[in-house]
Nanobody, 125 residues
Framework: QVQLVESGGGLVQPGGSLRLSCAAS????????MGWYRQAPGKQRDMVAT???????NYADSVKGRFTISRDNAKNMVYLQMNSLKPEDTAVYYC???????????????????WGQGTRVTVSS
């Protein structure tokens, strides 16, 4: 299986910036879909930003113009650059990657759909 680990969260003042990273435990042959989601206490987990097949990018209206999703295929990393942070951005952020990889000692690709454990972002003065 492919495991994902998020990092880069922390405490930041309103107007500040953070860069979240999502590292995959295996080399990914192809990515069909990837995204960032967030969940505040007592609330639903919401989509923040996604990249689908063909590089189509979608952002939640609440983060457009402030957040940027990107990936580095060579490093098996996914990023979320967050600028002009607001208190309402406070949440646990999760990454998701759906794609194919080569399991150890096997020639055939295997499909995976993995979620990270989350990294907490707190925006407060």
């Amino acid at each position: 299986q492919v495991q994902l680990v998020e990092s880069g969260g922390g405490l930041v003042q309103p107007g500040g910036s953070l860069r979240l990273s999502c590292a995959a435990s295996k080399t990914i042959f192809s990515i069909d879909f990837m995204g960032w989601y967030r969940q505040a206490p007592g609330k639903q987990r919401d989509m923040v930003a996604t990249i689908g097949t063909g590089g189509i990018i979608n952002y939640a209206d609440s983060v457009k113009g402030r957040f940027t999703i990107s990936r580095d295929n060579a490093k098996n990393m996914v990023y979320l650059q967050m600028n002009s942070l607001k208190p309402e951005d406070t949440a646990v952020y999760y990454c998701q990657i759906r794609g194919d990889y080569y399991p150890n000692y096997q020639r055939s690709l295997t499909t995976f759909d993995s979620w990270g454990q989350g990294t907490r972002v707190t925006v407060s003065s």
